[in-house]
């Protein structure tokens, strides 16, 4: 690992109890997201010896597969605001191909201007100003390099169950700012990125029981003693769809995945 550089903002909605229940989700249900890293290598694509920008990293879940592509040769620079998040990674990550920057994407700074690839997964909701950062990403990625970004867009059931159910359940509300294609899609063409590609896609997080996915969402958002795991497997039943499959029970996650190159004449 290479150098961390430690930012701790009380405004960060990442810290504490958030971010451990979080970690907690992750480490207790670590399978349930398989089908996110086989969606994260289809669409992202890392290969050996590139360097990639990860924003919003959290606590890793995506970048340590993401370094295991890259092999020794390649870097994996995982950034987040939160250092409670990012603290996971940090221990975790074995290999000297991980770097960990504790900083917003609005303000991001690595030093770098031929980068293959931005990969951002859940976080650019958190994101405030957007401009600022598909500028800075424009700017470290290669000519022909991509971006990646799979998250909530507005106008989705999943933007519908995140500011009906989780706004109200989640211990630290959940005031963000869903994309929208078109909004995206002026984004790129203003920051200098081709236009981009949406891919919608649903993911079915993969767990044992029912109850296990109200236990994950409870964890995974921090619910308030006012929710309990069922009331959250329950919500997630009316505005995504839980089901049974023919190993156990599946969450099926409706996210957009957003994908632009930077054209060779920038
Ligand atoms: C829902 S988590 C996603 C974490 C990880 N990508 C994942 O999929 O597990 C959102 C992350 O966005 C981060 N975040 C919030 N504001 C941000 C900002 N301005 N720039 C970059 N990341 C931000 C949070 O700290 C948090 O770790």
């Known amino acids: 690992m290479y150098a961390a550089e430690h930012q701790r903002d009380d405004t960060t909605e990442f810290l504490g109890k958030r971010s451990s229940d979080y970690r907690d989700a992750l480490q207790q249900y670590a399978d349930a997201w398989r089908p996110d890293i086989a969606c994260m ?3 992202l694509n890392p290969k050996r010896g ?10 890793g879940y995506f970048s340590l597969a993401i370094a295991q592509e890259l092999g020794p040769d390649g870097l994996l620079i995982a950034s987040d605001p939160s250092v409670d998040q990012l603290s996971d990674l940090e221990q975790h990550a074995q290999d000297d191909n991980i770097r960990v920057m504790a900083t917003p994407a ?7 201007k031929d980068c293959d690839a931005v990969w951002s997964r859940g976080a650019i909701h958190h994101v405030l100003d957007k401009t600022a950062t598909f500028t800075r990403c424009g700017e470290v990625v290669r000519s022909g390099g991509r971006m990646v970004i799979a998250d909530i867009f507005a106008g989705t059931p999943l933007a519908r169950y995140f500011d009906s159910f989780i706004a109200r359940s989640c211990s630290t509300g959940h005031e963000v700012a869903f994309l929208s294609k078109e909004f995206a899609d002026s984004l790129c063409a203003l920051t ?5 590609k949406f891919h919608d896609m649903i993911t079915p997080w993969e767990f044992e029981t029912r109850a296990d996915i109200g236990e994950f969402l409870h964890l995974l958002f921090s619910a308030t003693d006012d929710y309990s795991p069922g009331d959250c497997v329950d919500a997630a039943d009316d505005f995504l769809s839980v089901t049974e499959t023919g190993s156990g029970w599946a969450l099926m996650w409706p996210m957009t995945v957003m994908t632009t190159t930077r054209p060779a004449h920038i």
């Not at 609005?106 to 770098?112: A, N, W």
């Not at 200098?192 to 981009?196: D, K, M, N, S, V």
Request: aromatic share 8%; proline share 8%.
């Open 41 to 43: 290598k289809r669409f």
């Open 50 to 59: 590139e360097r990639i920008l990860e924003i919003g990293a959290g606590n």
């Open 192 to 196: 200098g990125w081709a236009p981009p």
């Open 106 to 112: 609005e303000t991001l700074e690595i030093g770098l």
